[in-house]
Nanobody, 125 residues
Framework: QVHLVESGGGLVQAGGSLRLSCVAS????????MGWFRQAPGKERGFVAA??????????YYADSVKGRFTISRDNAKNTVYLQMNSLKPEDTAFYYC????????????????WGQGTQVTVSS
């Protein structure tokens, strides 16, 4: 079992930046692949980024819509995964969730059994 708590959301102007954090409970954080997903109003929740167990920037996955603007990273010593969001656009407005799973990282939210409560990101034009 792992408990996830996100933070760092807020209101930002287009072109601005935010960094989301997700702190995980438990002593086996390094055994989990981590992902970020988001849900905009009236839309289904979708994949944003994922990070495998052994962190390597080259191994991260990104949705095409955020590639080059968002960066996922993790600090296993702090049981934390981050999502650095730069050059934010109004269409990035959504509720952002972090999620955890054993095994390989993936883009399918149905593979992730553990979820945080989410944090709201609003980007004004």
């Amino acid at each position: 079992q792992v408990h996830l708590v996100e933070s760092g959301g807020g209101l930002v102007q287009a072109g601005g930046s935010l960094r989301l954090s997700c702190v995980a409970s438990g002593r086996t954080f390094s055994s989990y692949a981590m992902g970020w997903f988001r849900q905009a109003p009236g839309k289904e929740r979708g994949f944003v980024a994922a990070m495998p167990i052994k962190w390597s920037a080259a191994d991260a996955y990104y949705a095409d819509s955020v590639k080059g603007r968002f960066t996922i990273s993790r600090d296993n010593a702090k049981n934390t995964v981050y999502l650095q969001m730069n050059s934010l656009k109004p269409e990035d407005t959504a509720f952002y969730y972090c999620a955890a799973k054993y095994g390989t990282a993936g883009t399918d939210q149905n593979e992730y059994p553990y979820w945080g409560q989410g944090t709201q990101v609003t980007v004004s034009s």
